[in-house]
């Protein structure tokens, strides 16, 4: 009895906040469409006061949700082509190498004017331009874990899939989606830290004499910054705070609560308890009623149709309700599927990626070709500052991320106390806190040279300590029992069971670490505070002064050879790095 009226209370508060939410969806939705109508405004005046912050707030989570919404599809259909066809991982994944080694900002110049040249009337191609920015910084990471959690899949389960005749769709639904799913929303959740890392540059951009301004907390930030305004910043900071943990309650944390049930293994800490916001969206009398609603006026009568037909298959109700649509739509689907028009796209792609590479890389030489060899010398000479700020950041990034790493991972308590915490804090976005990191660098006396490295290591670090987290989980509890009856020291365990056993974790979180720290030298190496400009040598702020002064040959410059050596970085160096992780201390039990 007592639960009963416990859950009535518990029931109404549940319909509230799904109102609220509904509510707060609908309006959002509406502002945004009505920021895309305006007129063409480049330069929106920004309220620094509290009152507009909400709203700003408000817009910016839309395009941060737009932009994964529309990478979440890219990674579906690209990642499913790599993994499924050897002509498209050929072409797919090594464009993919090149494609995450370009900073957010290398897309702007080509994006942002064209864009505005496609919509020259109203805000849609500045709003385009800021949401695509953002899916650049989140789309790569996704796409290149979800083919690979596809390539993982055990081969007992493909050949189980053959034996019961599933078709390609059946299997992708019932086998690799779901062995994906765990991989796929913590990455998404990396993701969505990696887009929110540009909100700042994505909604305040500057392109020579010209400024571009949409409404939203990066603006809010970036004017902030410029006025000097400290309360404004910290008011930043906070919204910011609340947004990472409105999403992280109303979205990803029951996201990542409902793909352990697609888990093969058991792991520490994974029985955790069901999160608020699933519970009462499972509860909530409103969504109940829309349920029973859509089974007896959808449902039902499809079931009493397909009863009189004597077969309840869905594809017979798909016949029974457009049995024309239907018959076309599968002799569609049979023929697009077929190996001879497979066999003809693929052909086709691979002559379109190629002709299109030949264009591209003739013209890319023709403008390189005008570049003195003293600039080259000069550019040389800011990658290797750059190369040394991201070993700097990813070596103290592992002194302080491995150990840590290791310890709470070893303790469901400690997994569970703080695996959110940890969530929340990689989430936000590190531009945001470089104004308050950097009055406190200068007071200690760090100069900006140094400081532009710390700076790289506040973004970077989460890489290592999420891979780090999640190797330490893995690590077989009855190893550890056995050392311990064997009485081993503390020394022992780490040496022999602990660092080997995350590894192989540790690598893939260097590897994404670099390509971050490479990202993030564009905006560490070159920032305004207080009124100024402050930069460093490097080839990250050379891209920025390329960005700023319009200067397209000095940018295509910079970004060939940021794109270059990570590549060549990629492939010669954490390539074998990798290779032997998985070799000599990948642990099969």
């Not at 049930?261 to 699933?278: C, H, I, N, T």
């Not at 945001?432 to 006396?445: I, Q, V």
Request: hydrophobic fraction near 55%; charged fraction near 15%; include cysteine.
């Amino acid at each position: 009895m007592q639960k009963t009226i416990f859950s009535q209370r518990y029931l109404a508060l549940a319909d509230l906040v799904i109102l609220l939410l509904i509510a707060t969806s609908i309006y959002g939705l509406a502002s945004i469409a009505n920021e895309w109508r305006t007129e063409f405004h480049p330069i929106t005046q920004i309220d620094l006061s509290a009152r507009a912050l909400p709203y700003y707030t408000m817009l910016s989570g839309i395009r941060g949700m737009v932009a994964y919404l529309i990478s979440l599809a890219f990674t579906l259909v690209v990642g499913y082509a790599a993994a499924k066809s050897k002509t498209a991982e050929k072409i797919i994944i090594p464009l993919l190498d090149v494609l995450q080694s370009i900073p957010v900002l290398g897309f702007l110049p080509g994006l942002l004017l064209g864009l505005v040249a496609l919509f020259p009337r109203t805000n849609i191609g500045l709003e385009l331009a800021a949401i695509i920015m953002i899916f650049t910084g989140q789309v790569w990471n996704m796409t290149i874990s979800y083919y690979a959690s596809l390539k993982s899949v055990p081969t007992e389960f493909g050949e189980a899939s053959r034996v019961i005749g599933l078709g390609w769709y059946q299997r992708l639904k019932r086998v690799e989606l779901p062995f994906s799913a765990v991989n796929l929303a913590w990455n998404s959740l990396l993701s969505m830290a990696g887009g929110w890392f540009f909100l700042i540059p994505c909604e305040a951009i500057t392109l020579g004499d010209n400024e571009y301004r949409l409404p939203g907390i990066g603006a809010y930030m970036d004017v902030a910054i410029k006025s000097g305004d400290h309360q404004a910043v910290f008011l930043a900071v906070v919204a910011m705070i609340l947004l990472i943990l409105v999403m992280d309650f109303v979205i990803w944390r029951p996201i990542l609560s409902w793909v352990q049930r697609f888990r093969l293994e058991d792991l520490p800490g994974g029985a955790s308890v069901e999160p608020l916001m699933q519970l009462w969206i499972r509860e909530s009398k409103i969504l109940h009623r829309i349920k029973l609603l859509y089974r007896e006026l959808v449902l039902k009568p499809r079931r009493t149709r397909s009863r009189l037909a004597g077969e309840e298959t869905v594809e017979t109700l798909v016949k029974n309700r457009a049995p024309r649509f239907y018959f076309w739509v599968k002799r569609l689907a049979n023929w697009l599927f077929s190996s001879s028009v497979i066999r003809v796209i693929q052909v086709s792609l691979s002559i379109a990626v190629i002709s299109f590479s030949v264009y591209g890389a003739y013209f890319l030489f023709v403008i390189l070709a005008k570049i003195p060899p003293a600039t080259w010398v000069v550019l040389a000479r800011n990658t290797a500052w750059t190369f040394f700020r991201v070993l700097i950041a990813l070596f103290l990034s592992s002194l302080w991320a491995v150990p840590v790493g290791i310890w709470i991972g070893t303790s469901v308590h400690r997994i569970r106390i703080a695996q959110p915490l940890i969530q929340v804090m990689a989430s936000f976005p590190a531009p945001m806190l470089y104004p308050l990191a950097l009055g406190l660098f200068f007071s200690l006396g760090i100069s900006f040279d140094w400081a532009s490295m710390l700076l790289m290591l506040l973004g970077v670090q989460w890489y290592v300590l999420f891979n780090v987290l999640a190797g330490a989980m893995r690590i077989p509890k009855e190893l550890n029992d056995a050392l311990s009856l064997m009485e081993a020291s503390r020394w022992s365990r780490w040496k022999n069971l602990y660092l080997p056993s995350v590894f192989p974790f540790l690598v893939t979180g260097w590897i994404t670490a670099a390509g971050g720290a490479w990202n993030a030298s564009v905006v560490a190496e070159y920032l305004p505070y207080h009124g100024t400009i402050l930069k460093t040598s490097g080839l990250g702020a050379t891209l920025s002064v390329a960005i700023a002064n319009e200067n397209f040959t000095l940018f295509a410059a910079s970004l060939f050879l940021m794109v270059l050596v990570v590549v060549a970085l990629n492939r010669l160096v954490w390539a074998r790095v990798y290779r032997l992780a998985n070799t000599r201390f990948k642990m099969d039990l």
